[in-house]
């Protein structure tokens, strides 16, 4: 019999086109919330304000809170009058899940002549945005991204939540002294710049208050199954006291399900990522020992907290998350330095964001920093047989 | 021992993740035997199979026992995608089938997209997850100091799709339908001059394939709580067609066997160093069995008909 190498080729030809069409598929989906309002000239009675935010795909639910947050906090300041009668107006680009189209968005924002830009979640998605606003000189407020890299932009980027060096931080001092925790293992996001982040940050704080970190892994957004690393990380010696999982909530869930599965039973700690109901869709409803950092907690006394919960469950019937809170607190930030400023061109709203000093904000008293970062508290959850009740508050040392 | 008990660990996590591979392998691996052509589409119709589980399970049958949950959620997802399947193969593939192997290859990336792309519009973006209840707590073996751990969800995916395989073999070896598939799978117009209605046998291929891929859907989803999305008949397909190249592609227990060799090998570079690199490995395996193995691990080389 003579050897044929033709089926082999073709094969190997069609895996490699294979694999470019999913390459593309991964960059599709395109975007419900966006498009609509593109190419129209801004109504010079209206102040528009930018939203872009992944109001699809695996961070669906992130995008879709914090444009909540938003339209509840601007629907409050056109209630009140608006600015010197001037309404306020959010218009909303959809990333996607997807740092390329997270550019995109933006690019179609500055062309709406937006006054500001609100957004994003993601760290990553955020610093392919932030460049843009940098370069059109329109100050960027990014409600939740925690990455330090995001405001080195430069000095127009802006935000209204703690960063990953102080979260993680946080969750170390946690283990640390509550949990009382020696060691921890770390199973991180390879390709999110969030998850990677809070890992270095946390291995530097933890092994300075004396703790080891023994063993390390990661998984990729698109993984379904973590069984593989999981074994690995129970078998480390000496074993892990906790493990630090920094993702988001999609994979999150379904790790601390699959690590109860192989009776792994020791505390999982994680950061902000976690915070989103469909947590207990993946993990399912009998998880506990398992905690992360948070902005804020909807059962907090505080009066500003209250109201803001009421006002969000009158109008979509819903508890907030903290991404909720944000976007509230960015836009209403947004709002307190519009009131402040000179004028609304770039370089006076920009001077006016940096002057913020003790914004009463839902997520905390917010003080803009040097680094234009929020100096504010944070909050430790606990997940409990499908709900996140608050632990403990720690506030910034 | 603790190497060991890591080492049959990761067998039994590798084993169970290349079960879900074996069974829409053997999908792909049907249709290339009738038609040699790849249906880039079976991953999207596995992906719809997730999806009419999750409808049947918590809507339709949401008040049913867990046993009849699972039960008759298998059959009307393997009835659902059979028919979405056969529905493919009338309206996209049929019209074309003598238009060339690039316009059928072509197509059925248009059908794949259109399946992903309907899908996020009809279901939603959004990752989701659901279980069939009362599958209880994994199983725990211990062997004196060795302890392994065996999720009850994925040992029924395992006995399902054994069971699955074998019926499909059955089908395939013993019957009248199986030996018309076999037939025209050797040369179609020699088939069709003998009499047989390669029409049918081609629907019945793609019926089968399908249905499995529903059965797979349900049981990788509804037994394990794993998330799913519209998306993800893209990326498992793609395992799942290099795990049935890499069996011999035309060959279902090749298809089997290349399934369970990438779960496994999913499962030892996963729990490895190189855990950042398991998909890149999947490739590699590939390429490697097929530079000493052209037609794969089980095919076998043809002379190519001039």
């Given at each position: 019999m003579v050897m044929n190498r033709k089926p082999a080729l073709l094969l190997a030809g069609l895996a490699a086109l294979a694999l470019v069409w999913a390459g593309c598929k991964g960059a599709q989906n395109e975007g419900a919330g966006g498009g609509g309002a593109t190419g129209q000239t801004p109504d010079r009675d209206v102040i528009l304000i930018g939203h872009y935010g992944s109001m699809t795909g695996d961070q669906a639910t992130f995008g879709k809170s914090t444009d909540n947050g938003i339209r509840l906090a601007i629907e409050e300041i056109n209630a009140a009058g608006g600015l010197n009668g001037k309404k306020l107006e959010v218009r909303t680009e959809d990333t996607a899940s997807d740092a390329q189209k997270a550019e995109t968005a933006v690019k179609r924002l500055v062309d709406m002549k937006v006054t500001a830009v609100l957004g994003e979640v993601a760290s990553s998605h955020s610093m392919a945005g932030g460049p843009i606003c940098q370069r059109n000189q329109i100050p960027m407020i990014s409600p939740s991204s925690t990455n330090p890299k995001v405001t080195e932009i430069g000095d127009y980027i802006f935000r209204v939540c703690f960063i990953d060096p102080y979260q993680a931080a946080v969750v170390a001092r946690f283990a640390r002294s509550s949990l009382n925790a020696k060691t921890a293992a770390i199973f991180y996001d390879a390709g999110q710049a969030y998850s990677v982040g809070f890992r270095d940050e946390f291995k530097k704080a933890f092994t300075q208050m004396?703790?080891?970190?023994v063993q390390e892994a990661s998984y990729t957004s698109s993984d379904k199954d973590f069984k593989a690393q999981l074994t690995r990380i129970k078998a480390a010696t000496p074993a892990p006291d906790c493990i630090l999982v920094?993702?988001?909530?999609t994979q999150a869930g379904t790790i601390v399900k699959q690590a109860r599965d192989l009776d792994i039973n020791v505390p999982i700690l994680g950061g902000d990522g976690w915070d989103s109901q469909d947590f207990h869709t993946y993990a399912g409803a009998n998880i506990t020992n398992a905690y992360f950092s948070n902005h804020m907690a909807t059962d907090d006394p505080n009066p500003t907290v209250k109201k803001f919960v009421e006002a969000y469950k009158a109008k979509y019937g819903a508890t907030p998350d903290a991404l909720a809170a944000l976007g509230y607190d960015s836009a209403k930030l947004l709002f307190d330095a519009m009131k402040r400023a000179r004028s609304l061109n770039g370089p006076d709203l920009r001077d006016a964001i940096a002057a913020t000093k003790d914004f009463d904000g839902v997520s905390g008293k917010i003080t803009m920093n040097a680094q234009r970062n929020a100096d504010k508290s944070a909050v430790i959850l606990e997940v409990y047989n499908g709900t996140f009740r608050f632990k403990e508050r720690i506030e910034k040392p | 021992m603790e190497a060991l008990q890591l080492f049959l660990q990761q067998l039994i996590n590798g084993i169970q993740i290349g079960s879900v591979y074996a069974l829409i392998a053997v999908g792909y691996t049907m249709v290339y035997g009738v038609l040699r052509f790849i249906n880039f589409a079976h991953g999207d119709v596995y992906m719809l199979g997730a999806y009419f589980g999750l409808f049947a399970v918590t809507g339709l049958l949401a008040n049913q026992t867990p046993l009849v949950q699972g039960l008759a959620g298998l059959l009307i997802c393997m009835a659902a995608c059979g028919a979405i399947g056969v529905l493919i193969e009338r309206a996209a593939y049929r019209p074309i089938r003598k238009s060339g192997r690039l316009a059928a290859l072509i197509t059925a990336i248009g059908v794949s997209f259109l399946l992903s792309n309907g899908a996020q519009a009809l279901f939603e973006a959004r990752p989701r997850a659901y279980i069939i209840s009362g599958i209880g707590d994994p199983f725990k073996l211990n062997f004196g100091a060795l302890q392994l751990i065996l999720d009850k969800g994925q040992l029924i995916i395992l006995l399902a799709a054994i069971v699955l395989t074998l019926l499909l073999v059955y089908i395939v070896r013993f019957t009248t339908v199986g030996k018309a598939i076999r037939a025209v799978s050797f040369d179609r117009e020699a088939a069709s001059l003998m009499g047989i209605n390669t029409d049918t046998v081609i629907t019945l291929t793609f019926l089968i394939g399908s249905s499995l891929a529903g059965a797979a859907g349900l049981l990788s989803y509804g037994l394990t709580r794993n998330n799913f999305d519209p998306l993800l008949g893209v990326a498992l397909g793609l395992k799942a067609f290099i795990a049935a190249v890499l069996g011999g592609i035309g060959n279902i227990a090749g298809a089997v066997l290349g399934g369970l060799l990438m779960g496994l090998a999913e499962a030892f570079v996963g729990g490895s160093e190189l855990s950042p690199f398991r998909d890149a490995f999947a490739f590699l395996i590939l390429i490697s069995v097929l530079m000493f193995r052209p037609a794969g691990i089980l095919g076998k080389n043809v002379v190519e008909k001039v």
């Open positions: 004396g703790g080891t970190i920094p993702g988001y909530y | -």
